[in-house]
């Protein structure tokens, strides 16, 4: 009777470890409990987590990115046959200057506008008489030479179809970002040299300075230029630059250069007197 009371009373080792932990487990809780009601608990820190994962995700980032730019990025389209009108042929076939056709004179554009579209283009392209190549403005495309002919011509009586706008201006659709890479010594490419002087005024400003017109010193007059002279170098290119009175800056020729303008400043002062 003994043995078995005994075996009954008495526990196993499995019995007694999980005991044990249960004990120590629900000893834990508590402490955590007491410990959170009365506001002492350690704040956890997340910071360091977070800024290894970012320093994860920074050393995993590809060295090199690709960007596609959107189709015809940076294309433009050619200036309407108006707008050519309007900052280049105006200056002479408003008021008509040097025999050019005045624009809605139809007794003036008749015989012209019957040569035909094409006959008219050509000599607009290639300049005739007094009138120069491209009126002057070489940065002109064929396409917006043909569209002003047709603005003009057709403001006068005719009925002509100026071709339709072309993209003047194309960059490649994919460009690539490529890893930092030594600086590699290339050779110096020498700047391609502007007109002269003499080149600028016979193409731009031979057309009012050759005659005179419009109030123009007329090339080689000593007694017109003196004055202007006077006025100094400096002062004759910024006008010449920019405009002034019935002068449209740059001679009409946005495509000029600064340098250029003051080269035909020089080229037609000194063959009137002056010294620059």
Same mark, same amino acid.
């Given at each position: 009777m003994?043995?078995? $009371?005994? *075996?009954?009373?008495?526990?196993?080792?499995?019995?007694?470890?999980?005991?044990?932990?249960?004990?120590?487990?629900?000893? #834990?809780?508590?402490v955590l409990?007491? /410990?959170?009601?009365?506001?002492? %608990?350690?704040?956890?820190?997340?910071?360091?987590?977070?800024?290894?994962?970012?320093?994860?995700?920074?050393?995993?980032?590809?060295?090199?990115?690709?960007?596609?730019?959107?189709?015809? #990025?940076?294309?433009?389209?050619?200036?309407?046959?108006?707008?050519? @009108?309007? &900052?280049?042929?105006?200056?002479?076939?408003?008021?008509?200057?040097? $025999?050019?056709?005045?624009?809605?004179?139809?007794?003036?554009?008749?015989?012209?506008?019957?040569?035909?579209? !094409?006959?008219? @283009?050509?000599?607009?392209?290639?300049?005739?008489?007094?009138?120069p190549?491209?009126?002057? $403005?070489?940065?002109? %495309?064929? =396409?917006?030479?043909?569209?002003?002919?047709?603005?003009?011509?057709?403001?006068? =009586?005719?009925?002509?179809?100026?071709p339709?706008?072309?993209?003047t201006? !194309?960059?490649?659709?994919?460009?690539? &970002?490529?890893?930092?890479?030594?600086? @590699?010594?290339?050779?110096?490419?020498?700047?391609?040299?502007?007109?002269?002087?003499?080149?600028?005024?016979?193409?731009?400003?031979?057309?009012?300075? #050759?005659?005179?017109?419009?109030? &123009?010193?007329?090339?080689? *007059?000593?007694?017109?230029?003196?004055?202007?002279?006077?006025?100094?170098? *400096? %002062?004759?290119?910024?006008?010449?630059?920019?405009?002034?009175?019935?002068?449209?800056?740059?001679?009409? $020729?946005?495509?000029?250069?600064?340098?250029?303008?003051?080269?035909?400043?020089?080229?037609?002062?000194?063959? /009137?007197?002056? %010294?620059?």
């Amino acid at each position: 009777m003994s043995n078995v $009371n005994s *075996d009954e009373k008495g526990y196993s080792f499995g019995q007694i470890v999980l005991a044990s932990f249960v004990g120590i487990v629900g000893f #834990a809780l508590f402490v955590l409990l007491v /410990a959170k009601f009365f506001g002492v %608990t350690d704040t956890v820190e997340v910071a360091e987590p977070t800024a290894a994962i970012s320093q994860i995700e920074e050393n995993i980032k590809p060295v090199a990115t690709v960007e596609l730019a959107a189709a015809g #990025a940076g294309a433009s389209a050619e200036k309407s046959g108006e707008e050519v @009108v309007k &900052a280049v042929c105006s200056m002479c076939h408003a008021a008509g200057l040097m $025999n050019a056709p005045k624009i809605g004179d139809k007794a003036q554009w008749q015989p012209r506008i019957a040569q035909g579209y !094409e006959t008219l @283009v050509k000599h607009a392209l290639e300049g005739i008489r007094s009138m120069p190549a491209r009126g002057g $403005n070489p940065s002109l %495309t064929d =396409g917006e030479i043909a569209s002003a002919v047709a603005h003009m011509a057709n403001a006068s =009586g005719a009925n002509f179809k100026a071709p339709a706008p072309k993209a003047t201006e !194309e960059k490649p659709a994919e460009q690539a &970002a490529a890893p930092a890479a030594e600086p @590699v010594a290339v050779a110096a490419v020498p700047a391609a040299a502007g007109k002269s002087g003499e080149e600028v005024y016979k193409s731009v400003c031979a057309m009012c300075h #050759a005659a005179g017109l419009m109030n &123009a010193p007329k090339f080689g *007059d000593k007694a017109q230029w003196e004055p202007r002279i006077k006025q100094g170098y *400096d %002062t004759l290119v910024t006008h010449a630059t920019h405009g002034i009175r019935m002068m449209p800056a740059k001679g009409g $020729n946005p495509a000029l250069s600064d340098a250029e303008v003051a080269g035909a400043v020089k080229y037609m002062a000194n063959a /009137a007197g002056a %010294t620059f």
